[in-house]
T-cell receptor
Framework: DAKTTQPNSMESNEEEPVHLPCNHS???????IHWYRQLPSQGPEYVIH???SNVNNRMASLAIAEDRKSSTLILHRATLRDAAVYYC????????FGQGTTLQVKP | DTAVSQTPKYLVTQMGNDKSIKCEQN?????MYWYKQDSKKFLKIMFS???????INETVPNRFSPKSPDKAHLNLHINSLELGDSAVYFC?????????????FGEGSRLTVL
């Protein structure tokens, strides 16, 4: 299965931007890059996904490297409610979750 | 109105018992899934059904049997429960086979086997 590598944890200050990196060097041409997050005691929640071009939505932005071997999820202004585990996933027809990055947001 | 709902939310039972977890989605999606999240927080896909047909079965013991009576429901029945089955089980749904679209997850069902 295609794999992703993320830092185990990151910290951010409230109202500052957060850049969550993800490496996926074994990505194939048809694999979509998906990001989900899981707040404490809740199910995972879709954040954003993309294939080649950078993507923006109301929650975040996704910057995809030109060679597609890495991507970065950007939260433009972190809030305390953004504290969660963020999963970067290659969608090969099914979503295989890794260990994700635990984001802590400090007030 | 909850999009993906699971029942029960909590389930405590003894080893060897048989139990079921139910899942319903009101999103009109074609595909439903079961994921297991263990104590180390890893989320693993177990099964996926598309229009009531099994399309993903990830090396899950035969004691686990999913059943999809219609495309809005996917239930999980577990026979002869073992301690290692203790986990949070998440149901999810998507439009299509999930290859590009987003998955909508339920809130999870925490199973504790004593």
């Amino acid at each position: 299965d295609a794999k992703t590598t993320q830092p185990n944890s990151m910290e951010s200050n409230e109202e500052e931007p957060v850049h969550l990196p993800c490496n996926h060097s074994t990505i194939s041409g048809t694999d979509y890059i998906h990001w989900y997050r899981q707040l404490p005691s809740q199910g995972p929640e879709y954040v954003i996904h993309g294939l080649t071009s950078n993507v923006n939505n109301r929650m975040a932005s996704l910057a995809i490297a030109e060679d597609r071997k890495s991507s970065t999820l950007i939260l433009h202004r972190a809030t305390l409610r953004d504290a969660a585990v963020y999963y970067c996933i290659l969608n090969t027809g099914k979503l295989i979750f890794g260990q994700g990055t635990t984001l802590q947001v400090k007030p | 109105d909850t999009a993906v709902s699971q029942t029960p939310k909590y389930l405590v039972t003894q080893m060897g018992n048989d139990k079921s977890i139910k899942c319903e989605q009101n999103l009109g999606h074609d595909t439903m899934y079961w994921y297991k999240q263990d104590s180390k927080k890893f989320l693993k896909i177990m099964f996926s059904y598309n229009n009531k047909e099994l399309i993903i079965n990830e090396t899950v013991p035969n004691r686990f049997s999913p059943k999809s009576p219609d495309k809005a429901h996917l239930n999980l029945h577990i026979n002869s429960l073992e301690l290692g089955d203790s986990a949070v089980y998440f149901c999810a749904s998507s439009q299509g086979a999930g290859d590009t679209g987003e998955l909508f997850f339920g809130e999870g069902s925490r199973l504790t086997v004593l």
